[in-house]
């Protein structure tokens, strides 16, 4: 970093009190929703932090030691950046006309005085993909002029770094997310849980490709190309995200197992549901019950059945669906006929009741280093969990991630990569049921953002439910496999 602890600290404290880094939830241009949001626009209204932000740059450049007469900031946040540095370093400005040339006069791109062979540094605010540097480099190289070096307040660390080092530019910056974060978390700026959500989000969306340069296409009056799309992190590297221990332990079986299927035993029949255990244990990540539809429940279920899981290594999700108060769920997930919490790694709960139900689950729950789902979205025709719901069952979520490990959904409900997305009505056949259950293929599924698949009666219900499971197996991690090459 430019500048010293004390700087710094400082002049995040007034870009806070100005508006220009916000916490919260944003939708980027790339339609994603981040946790936090950096706007430097709103620099021009404060020039003493405005020209603190531009000297700061141009020490960090000076000491760097590239060579270069010209300075080009990219529009538009970076303009009154570029041109204070100018105004202060008394190196002349050129611009890049962001929105092509005019039409009319001299109908230039790159306004300014300047001669072929020129160097010329590159500034701007902060960089994400390097996109609209790379749109600035290729107008100031189709005018002849040499630009090796881009300077910036700050790096959000998601690909941009490598992007423009491929085209042969050098990245400087004052500032990076972790630099940011490591402030905040020792000064206690803000929120733990809120710096391990930005680091989950800024470590999940990675961009791998340099964005299609679009201002080609702009000028000639086309659609610009798709940016590039992040990265999706493998099941291994989300393990290392996790604040709860069984939801990291999950995803490392996931990888090791390859295998993404959690098969649903909805039977009435003790023997029988330990026998199709036995039967899928070698193909599943997780066994999916319903304990109370147990004719011949007893004492020793919770046993039996985790001597298979350990046999296997796949965990025990009973779909509980708690949805009482806090208290009541205390006692109907510790204690009652079934003891749940005794010998399930992971149950569910509606979010209806309010935050009060995962704080009464927590309290059993998270001593015996335990999991919960919140039903974000079920598969049922004209089921409620929709719209607002949903999005507060993500909220509930992201505010008790040491013990929420992620979502009943039928598609992928948040952009946090630490929470998991297990979708139910999975069949290899598109359809539905008399009952109103609607299904899904595992392609499908996991495409739309699922992690685990559920499958119960395409399994369960099969004349061999291993060869069953095995073919599911397959058929979803080869769709995860597509999914994050």
């Excluded at 409900?413 to 293929?441: A, C, E, R």
């Amino acid at each position: 970093m430019a500048a010293d602890r004390a700087t710094l600290k400082g002049l995040l404290q007034d870009l806070f009190e100005i508006g220009a880094v916000k916490i919260g939830s944003f939708k980027l241009k790339s339609g994603l929703m981040s946790p936090i949001y950096i706007d430097l626009r709103v620099l021009i209204s404060s020039p003493r932090i405005l020209r603190q932000i531009s000297t700061l740059m141009w020490q960090r450049v000076q000491a760097a030691g590239p060579s270069f007469s010209l300075i080009c900031g990219v529009p538009y946040t970076a303009l009154p950046i570029a041109t204070s540095m100018s105004l202060d370093q008394n190196v002349p400005l050129v611009m890049r006309r962001k929105e092509g040339p005019k039409g009319y006069g001299t109908n230039k791109l790159l306004e300014g005085i300047f001669e072929k062979g020129q160097e010329c540094l590159i500034v701007e605010d902060l960089v994400t993909s390097g996109a609209s540097v790379l749109e600035v480099y290729e107008t100031l190289s189709s005018e002849g002029l040499v630009a090796r070096d881009v300077v910036v307040f700050l790096d959000r660390e998601q690909g941009a770094r490598k992007i423009l080092a491929d085209k042969g530019l050098r990245l400087h910056s004052i500032l990076t997310m972790s630099s940011i974060l490591e402030v905040f978390e020792q000064e206690q700026m803000i929120a733990a849980d809120k710096i391990a959500e930005i680091r989950a989000f800024i470590n999940g969306h990675q961009i791998l490709a340099p964005p299609t340069s679009t201002s080609a296409t702009v000028l000639q009056g086309s659609v610009p190309a798709e940016p590039a799309k992040p990265r999706a992190l493998s099941y291994a590297q989300r393990a290392e995200l996790c604040r709860n221990p069984l939801g990291a332990e999950l995803l490392r079986l996931m990888e090791a197992k390859r295998s993404n299927l959690s098969v649903a035993v909805d039977v009435t029949n003790k023997a029988d549901l330990l026998r199709i255990a036995a039967a899928v244990g070698p193909h599943i990540c997780i066994l999916k019950t319903h304990v109370d539809v147990l004719e011949d429940f007893d004492a020793d279920f919770g046993t039996e059945l985790q001597r298979l899981a350990a046999q296997h290594n796949f965990l025990i999700f009973e779909d509980r669906k708690f949805a009482d108060i806090g208290n009541t769920v205390k006692l109907q997930y510790g204690g009652g006929v079934y003891h749940i919490a005794d010998w399930s790694h992971i149950v569910n709960a509606h979010v209806v009741p309010g935050p009060g139900i995962i704080a009464g689950l927590r309290e059993v729950g998270l001593p015996k280093g335990r999991g919960l789902l919140l039903l974000a979205q079920m598969s049922s025709q004209g089921s409620l969990a929709t719209g607002q719901y949903t999005v507060e069952a993500v909220k509930m979520a992201t505010e008790n991630k040491d013990f929420v490990i992620g979502f009943i959904s039928k598609s992928k409900v948040s952009d946090d990569p630490s929470f998991i997305n297990m979708s139910p009505g999975i069949q290899l056949q598109q359809g539905g049921d008399t009952l109103g259950q609607q299904y899904d293929t595992p392609e499908a599924a996991v495409a739309n953002g699922s992690d685990i698949i559920i499958v119960g009666r395409g399994v369960y219900a099969s004349g061999d439910a291993a060869e069953q499971a095995k073919l599911y197996q397959e058929a979803g991690w080869n769709a995860y496999l597509k999914r994050i090459s």
